[in-house]
């Protein structure tokens, strides 16, 4: 365990075997830290937050702060962070609003500089989210989600699994799993073609997804007429049923 002697520690963190606390850097009580976990240095951690092993947080980021809600009072909250993520150069993390609730990072996630995770978000496994992207409260992001640089989500929209958010993109609606989207308002480009290859899904279930979202595409359908078709019309695999569950639990619409 390396601990710079500048950095400050409350006692009642828990630092696991080799971690390493950077300069300036301030761990505040209830923490728990990972085995092999590096903090850079100017890091804030804030109370209750637990990160798991092998995780990297640069300078400056700031993980457990208080959420951005109008008149909140404080109650005790946290956030999770899985092995193996990362977090970048002034990334923030708040914690949740709610008593005993939980702002949740999956496993082997890239946050890239000046990400923001509101409240109450969800994020899964091997999620990549680039610099300067802000997700506000309640934002859930499925495993493997892309989410370029300069987007900006609204509260309580989900993002599917293996899917890609163009550039700049506003997403006021929910996102399709396996789907390609961009632009304000964010609008459905295409299947993530190259995103499904790289995760090895099978031939036979990305010619499936392509079929469907060529049906969720068609102009003079409504979403649950294209359910209807897909149902009838595309070989099913756990991939379609996915899809169309998440279409059928969608709150918010989906973005097409």
Excluded: W
Excluded at 82 to 93: L, N
Excluded at 97 to 115: E, H, Q, S
């Amino acid at each position: 365990m390396t601990i710079h002697s500048s950095s400050i520690i409350d006692p009642g963190a828990e630092l696991g075997e080799g971690v390493s606390v950077g300069p300036f850097s301030i761990i505040g009580p209830h923490v728990q830290i990972g085995k092999g976990t590096v903090i850079g240095p100017h890091a804030l951690i804030e109370t209750k937050t637990v990160i798991g092993e092998g995780c990297k947080i640069f300078h400056g980021a700031s993980i457990g702060g208080e959420p951005q809600i109008m008149g909140f009072k404080d109650v005790s909250s946290s956030v999770e962070i899985g092995d193996g993520t990362v977090i970048r150069e002034y990334a923030s993390i708040h914690r949740s609003g709610y008593k005993d609730g939980v702002t949740r990072i999956g496993k082997n996630c890239l946050l890239m500089a000046y990400t923001h995770l509101g409240h109450d978000c969800e994020i899964g496994n091997q999620v990549v989210i680039v610099n300067g992207t802000g997700l506000s409260g309640h934002v859930i992001v499925g495993n493997q989600a892309f989410i370029s640089g300069l987007v900006g989500i609204h509260q309580f929209v989900r993002i599917g699994r293996n899917s890609m958010i163009g550039g700049m993109a506003g997403v006021n609606q929910d996102v399709l799993p396996f789907s390609m989207v961009e632009g304000t308002p964010a609008r459905l480009l295409s299947v993530n073609a190259v995103g499904l290859k790289r995760a090895n899904f099978k031939p036979n279930v990305r010619a499936a997804i392509k079929k469907a979202f060529k049906i969720i595409s068609q102009p003079d359908l409504n979403t649950s007429q294209s359910m209807e078709k897909i149902r009838l019309e595309v070989e099913m695999h756990e991939e379609i049923n996915h899809l169309l569950d998440f279409i059928k639990n969608s709150t918010r619409g989906v973005t097409k």
